[in-house]
């Protein structure tokens, strides 16, 4: 469980970056983080492994103060992938990239070659085992990025941004790891402005705006709330926006994406009721 | 360790300071440079010092240069412990009174250059300073380079800082290991900044010419920089201070 307790922080250019957080992540949650630029999305997240410490307040990962373990120590729990992947591909081939953090947690090279043999499989990277990085185009290194993080089997596998720059098809696939992953019992957290792709995996959402919590919870109560998600600079998703003004979307039955928009149509169609 | 680097971060702000030609300000660079050279008392360099904080004060600046102060202060000790140990040893093994006075005016001697730019790059804005080297004939090439390069060194920082928590973030530890393994450990973090600024520097220079860069020999400038009175006033008034300071340095001896 990722706890933070009464949260603060300020940079030391004094801006404040993030006020009274408090939330709970359990192992096996998923959860979406959104909100406008500057929100403190990004620096909440940073708070999970440590590399910035609350100023105020405290972050626990399974029981553990972040102050009181090195941020290697809780990164071998919690696996940030960062937004732009060339801040951080540096190796001379895809399968050093991948075994450099296994090498770093010192992993048994037996183990390393087993894991990533089924991380690159995993990925769909197999054909690109040994060529450069840097080669690959802007959504293979992104999913390069996250098998790197993921080879080492984080429990809290955490996203900034994952779905920026990937055509539909990636974010597809994407959504289809995610949802394998989370299976796995693992939680997954990601930071995104994009609301289509987070109604379409449905997670648990936590909006931000001005470096607080605004709204807490399921995304089916949380996307469709118009002046919400305009108070922190985002809309509805389009489908959603649609059957509101329709006055459709007002039943016990929300729809978020295609799917089930064809459900609440189709049924009022039938004349029967929408679940 | 990065904060150092606050020192070319130029943020818009008025005053007598910023108003000031670029070219006196680069003038007074000069004099203060050349006078932190020329004199070594520990009274002398203290004195120099001293005579930058009312400036700050005027311009405003004196958080930034705080903080480019104490990026500056860890090389300064440096600079003193260093120069400690070798009059140690080069008195044989006695610490003297004038030993420690010389070590002291080292470290505050860069502190004083510290400060001196601090004015000048926290001053000056950017496009003045380009103007300025272009009046001085540098090529605006060189110009432009130049300035875009003091324009780039905060996002670099800020880059780096990236950079170092993607990778610590993949179980890299900075402080591990021996010295030699220490420096291989900065490797994850070396390569992808260099790539990062060529690509950088490649998309900066197709943005430029998808904007005309180049398209005609003769460039001319919104803005033209001209003197004021009060500017010749005060670059007269740093030529006297040079020149009276060289006078009393060599006639009289004081250092």
């Known amino acids: 469980m990722i706890e933070a307790r009464n949260v603060y922080f300020t940079y030391p250019g004094g801006v404040e970056a993030l006020r009274n957080i408090n939330l709970t992540i359990d192992r096996g949650e998923f959860v979406a983080i959104m909100g406008e630029n500057g929100a403190g999305k990004t620096t909440l997240i940073k708070m999970f492994n440590g590399l910035l410490k609350p100023s105020k307040g405290y972050v626990k990962v399974d029981g553990v103060d972040t102050r009181e373990a090195s941020v290697a120590e809780l990164s071998r729990k919690v696996g940030i992938v960062f937004q732009n992947p060339e801040h951080q591909l540096f190796a001379e081939t895809v399968e050093e990239e991948i075994k450099f953090a296994l090498r770093n947690f010192g992993f048994p090279e037996d183990e390393i070659a087993s894991r990533i043999d089924s991380i690159l499989r995993f990925t769909g990277l197999e054909k690109y085992r040994g060529s450069s990085p840097f080669m690959l185009s802007g959504g293979e290194k992104k999913r390069l990025a996250l098998a790197s993080i993921l080879v080492f089997d984080p429990d809290y596998l955490v996203l900034d941004e994952p779905t920026i720059g990937q055509d539909p098809e990636q974010k597809d696939r994407l959504l289809e790891f995610l949802y394998e992953v989370n299976r796995r019992g693992k939680a997954i957290v990601m930071v995104t402005h994009d609301v289509e792709f987070v109604a379409e995996c449905k997670p648990r959402v936590i909006l931000m705006r001005r470096g607080e919590i605004i709204a807490d919870g399921p995304a089916e109560r949380i996307l469709v709330d118009e002046d919400l998600m305009k108070s922190t600079s985002l809309l509805p998703p389009q489908i959603a926006l649609f059957l509101s003004k329709l006055n459709l979307n007002e039943s016990n039955y929300t729809a978020l994406n295609v799917d089930d928009a064809l459900r609440v149509i189709l049924s009022i169609y039938r004349g029967g009721s929408v679940c | ?255």
Request: aromatic content about 12%; charged content about 20%; overall charge positive.
């Open chain 2, 1 to 255: 360790m990065l904060s150092f680097l606050e020192l070319f971060r130029f943020r818009r702000r008025d005053s007598p300071i910023h108003r000031m030609d670029p070219r006196v300000k680069a003038l007074y660079l000069l004099v203060m440079s050349t006078l932190s050279i020329v004199y070594y008392s520990l009274a002398a360099m203290l004195t120099l010092f001293a005579s930058t904080i009312p400036l700050i004060a005027v311009a405003g600046v004196h958080r930034e240069w705080i903080r480019s102060l104490r990026g500056a202060a860890f090389l300064a000790s440096m600079i003193i412990f260093v120069n400690m140990i070798a009059g140690y040893l080069s008195e044989g093994f006695i610490l003297t009174m004038d030993t420690i006075s010389y070590a002291l005016s080292m470290g505050l001697r860069f502190l004083t250059f510290t400060s001196v730019f601090s004015i000048f790059f926290l001053t000056t804005t950017p496009e003045d300073l380009s103007l300025a080297l272009e009046k001085l004939g540098v090529p605006y090439d060189y110009c432009f380079a130049f300035t875009s390069a003091i324009r780039f060194v905060p996002d670099l920082a800020l880059e780096i800082q990236t950079v170092i928590d993607a990778q610590r973030s993949r179980g890299l530890e900075l402080e591990k290991g021996n010295l030699i393994r220490r420096i291989r450990n900065y490797i994850p973090i070396l390569i992808p900044v260099f790539i990062r600024s060529f690509t950088r520097s490649i998309e900066l220079a197709e943005a430029m010419e998808a904007r005309g860069y180049g398209a005609s020999e003769k460039r001319t400038s919104i803005y033209e920089l001209c003197m004021k009175r009060s500017d010749y006033m005060i670059a007269l008034l740093l030529l006297c201070i040079l020149a009276l300071s060289i006078l009393i340095r060599l006639l009289i001896g004081w250092y």
